[in-house]
């Protein structure tokens, strides 16, 4: 299902040095689209990413994404916002849009200018590369993943009023991912492309909501990336008008469906990742109490390594909980690990270990922590923490 | 060098699994002596850190630790906190010291009991086995080990207006580590004898700022233990009376020395690690904000991974340092890796790979950033993060 009135596309430009590998993603609606995005609050902010800041901060329309990877653009200083301003200028120019109507990204490798002959290069191809086909879309997706092993790409479509509207997204991340888009603390990047007319104050609220049940709740390594970005075009070809309050809030859940089962989608191809991990943190405080304990234990070395290991060493979750930063009261504790009870108002269960390393042992895990210390819940995703991960990130830039 | 007027010794009692493994130490004053400590300030409190926080809180004369590796003694609720005052009283009782003047400390598995009839036993045998040699040094520091891989230990001696004054310690720790004994942020046990008469008051106010440089500038995997403890005995058997103002300054000096050594020896052991990592922050506006940057560098998988592969990626460095929290201006840093500058003023250096690869492949390594945001500077310790540390954390229980 994708949405009416995108075409997309993904080309090798060589800009990425493996070769053969696709590096440039178009994305492109036929008229000007409203837009919301979120970035990273790293301090340590990519080009791309402060060149969209820039482009997006009067609300005009957006039409073009133009995303590369292999090359993170950030740390390169004034010639790096100058790459990347030509990046969409000259999307702009091949494409026929209006000036400063194109939003760039990129991911990669950090400290290493984008190789701006092979962009140009790049461009060229794409003018005959974009469409709005399956193949289309899985170039675009494949253009933009670096260490990811499969492409993440989902969309939803529901019936409104005068009509049906679509939401297609997609995200490349699988290490250095810990979004922090809000003031908290991935290169994390989602392109969502919907049919519906929306106004870009809505649009940029309804995706701040999603981004705290979806980007907000997982983790792969606790790193959080200098180029991390999602943006969500809204171009009205659906053709059914503004939106009812109601129809408003089933766009609302469709954007909520397709960032969470992205965010999942990260999760699960967590560089060197074994396994899919949940970590339900229940009867919190408050849901950002939640959060903190969630992202705690999601980023625990020592929790992640015994995943690995299928090791039920559910004393790792909960020392990880008590340095989260969050006050409860550890006695009043209940934990599940693979759905066994293994400790219970604060005390340790007798439960069969070979029970629990064959729940463990699984593809999906889940562990929950009941803080009974009140009435805010939240679920945390995560990965495993392998030899794999040591491997690949290892030597990342060879 | 020992301190006058302690013994100390270690052995085998059976609470560690491990065959022949020694597991249960003592270190005892021949008079009761002052004491500084201080412990984890996570959520979840070991056992014997709470029996440990009330026994001190009056700021009595403390005579004896005992310190058992195998079992942490953690969220073991209203049994554990009588497992761990039994442990306190049998040492008493089975070296005549006062009642409420003997501490105990745990490190191991979280969630199980202490054997009580094997540590029993342990008491018995440490009657005969305790005393200053060298031996029974090494047979102290060897029981508390866990994942240690050497003895850690160091002592230091100086002359004062009376005579000379020894400190002694000792500490162990080589996973759960980052430590966290002040508000913000190890299993890290460290037990420290000096036969200098100090009072409670300066010895702790010493220990305090001895701490901020040493065992909180250290890191192996980002997880603080629910069984962090430090304690300081100050017996008082140099018989060098109390220090005047400049005496007092040596003792600190000396206390920095001893714990800054052992904070480092625990980053070289740091688990699975093949180098030992040095992160100098330069010139920020504050000495927080510098530790700040430096543990979430040093906390960082994709940072410690680069390492363990000798790549001088030092855009995870920058790019770990722009989510800490700390506001600073990437256009003004400059980075060296293994004494190469990699990054000036915000832009990348074109340095030699090969050479920086040569500098990275040694078993120290050092890694500065230069914020030109203040006059705070601080070094911060840890390790790289490889193949064995997943391999020793996937399967630890068992």
Redesign the interface.
């Known amino acids: 299902m994708f949405p009416k009135g995108f075409r997309v596309g993904g080309v090798r430009s060589g800009i990425h040095k493996k070769e053969g590998k696709k590096d440039l993603a178009l994305f492109v609606s036929d008229v000007p689209a409203n837009a919301a995005g979120m970035f990273t609050?790293?301090?340590?902010?990519a080009a791309p990413v402060l060149v969209d800041i820039e482009r997006m901060k009067n609300g005009g329309k957006i039409s073009a994404i133009i995303a590369n990877s292999g090359c993170?653009n950030?740390?390169?200083?004034a010639k790096g916002i100058k790459d990347a301003k030509t990046m969409c200028v000259e999307t702009e120019k091949a494409f026929n849009l209006k000036a400063g109507s194109a939003l760039c990204a990129s991911t990669g490798?950090?400290?290493?200018y984008i190789n701006m002959p092979k962009f140009a290069n790049g461009i060229e191809l794409l003018k005959s590369a974009v469409g709005i086909s399956s193949k289309n879309e899985n170039d675009a997706v494949s253009a933009i993943m670096t260490t990811d092993t499969f492409l993440k790409k989902t969309s939803k479509r529901f019936k409104v009023k005068n009509g049906e509207i679509t939401v297609w997204g997609c995200v490349k991340g699988a290490?250095?991912i810990?979004p922090?888009m809000r003031g908290l603390?991935a290169t994390m990047l989602s392109f969502i492309l919907t049919d519906a007319q929306i106004e870009n104050k809505t649009l940029q609220k309804i995706l701040e909501n999603a981004a705290d049940d979806s980007f907000h709740c997982v983790s792969v390594?606790?790193?959080?990336?200098?180029n991390d970005t999602v943006i969500v075009l809204a171009n009205g070809q659906s053709k059914t008008g503004g939106l009812s309050p109601a129809d408003t809030k089933k766009f609302a859940e469709a954007l909520n469906e397709v960032t969470l089962s992205l965010a999942k989608m990260i999760a699960k191809d967590g560089e060197g990742a074994t396994k899919f991990v949940e970590i339900e943190i229940k009867n919190a405080k408050t849901k950002e109490d939640a959060r903190k304990i969630g992202a705690t234990i999601a980023?625990?070395?020592?929790f992640k390594?015994?995943l690995?290991?299928a090791?039920a060493?559910?004393?790792?979750a909960?020392?990880?909980?008590?340095?989260?930063g969050?006050?409860?009261n550890?006695?009043k504790v209940d934990i599940y690990m693979g759905g066994i009870c293994v400790?219970k108002n604060?005390?340790?269960l007798n439960f069969s270990e070979k029970s629990a390393k064959k729940a463990l042992l699984k593809k999906e895990v889940k562990a929950v922590l009941d803080l009974k210390n009140g009435k805010a819940s939240l679920k945390y995703y995560t990965c495993d923490?392998?030899?794999d991960?040591?491997?690949?990130?290892?030597?990342?830039?060879?």
Chains 1, 2 share one sequence.
């Open positions: 609050k790293s301090v340590v902010k993170a950030a740390c390169t200083g490798v950090i400290g290493q290490g250095m810990h922090d603390h390594d606790g790193d959080t990336s200098t980023t625990s070395p020592l390594t015994a690995f290991g090791d060493n559910w004393g790792r909960l020392a990880a909980a008590g340095r989260a969050v006050n409860f550890p006695e400790f604060g005390t340790a923490f392998s030899y991960y040591v491997k690949i990130n290892g030597d990342y830039r060879s």
